[in-house]
């Protein structure tokens, strides 16, 4: 596809389940990178990755979030024992080259409730 | 830490009319990005105008342009005769030019209506 993709669009989990997100970047673009929206607010930033290494994880808000990117393309962003304040909607960007600060297209969005 | 505030929570305009919308922000980087982005009802984020800090040169695209302050950190977005669709929310973001830190800061948008 032309754009950044992720799945599921929408998901809805109980307290103490764990879920797992995906983003499919566009293709060719080495960096990847994980927000978290709370409606009415802008994003905030999670983590992301240069090809496969993940470059900055300081806006994990604590050790129950972790992501990976295993071959450099996709990447999944995990959340263990999901709890209520997890709820938000979670974007994943792309970019072409982190050296050149290319511009960081997003995608649709996963939201995610927890109930 | 650098922040990015927008100080105008909802703002709006007659339809063709021009409207500004304000955002500042904070650093201590000489080097960096400013982005505005927009989320329409679609809640999809898309980029309008990006500026260079090193360029003193406003950037433009089309409709929209900026009012880049380099000295009071002001980064204002100007929308030349507004038309319905861009009735969504606005979001200021600002980036480091520095390798290893190219996360984007957001501000906490404003919200624009275009009145018919």
């Known amino acids: 596809g032309a754009g950044v993709s992720q799945s599921p669009r929408y998901k809805v989990t109980k307290r103490g389940q764990d879920v797992a997100l995906r983003c499919d970047p566009i293709s060719g673009h080495v960096s990847l990178y994980w927000y978290r929206q709370a409606l009415g607010q802008g994003p905030e930033f999670l983590t992301y990755f240069n090809y496969e290494a993940q470059q900055d994880k300081s806006g994990l808000p604590n050790d129950r979030f972790s992501a990976e990117r295993p071959e450099g393309s996709i990447s999944t962003l995990t959340i263990q024992r999901t709890e209520q304040r997890d709820s938000a909607m979670y974007r994943c960007a792309s970019s072409l080259a982190p050296l050149r600060a290319d511009t960081q297209y997003f995608g649709p969005g996963t939201r995610l409730t927890v109930l | 830490a650098q922040t990015v505030t927008q100080s105008q929570p909802e703002m709006s305009v007659q339809e063709a009319e021009t409207v500004t919308l304000s955002c500042t922000y904070d650093?201590?980087?000489?080097?960096?990005?400013l982005f505005w982005y927009k989320q329409p009802p679609s809640r999809q984020m898309i980029l309008v105008i990006r500026?260079?800090?090193?360029?003193?040169q406003n950037a433009t695209e089309n409709r929209f342009s900026v009012n880049f302050q380099k000295a009071a950190k002001s980064f204002s977005l100007k929308i030349s005769d507004s038309q319905l669709g861009d009735a969504a929310m606005y979001f200021c973001a600002y980036r480091s030019a520095g390798f290893g830190n190219e996360k984007l800061t957001f501000g906490t948008g404003t919200r624009l209506t275009i009145i018919p």
């Open positions: 650093t201590s980087e000489s080097d960096y990005y």
């Open positions: 500026q260079e800090a090193y360029k003193q």
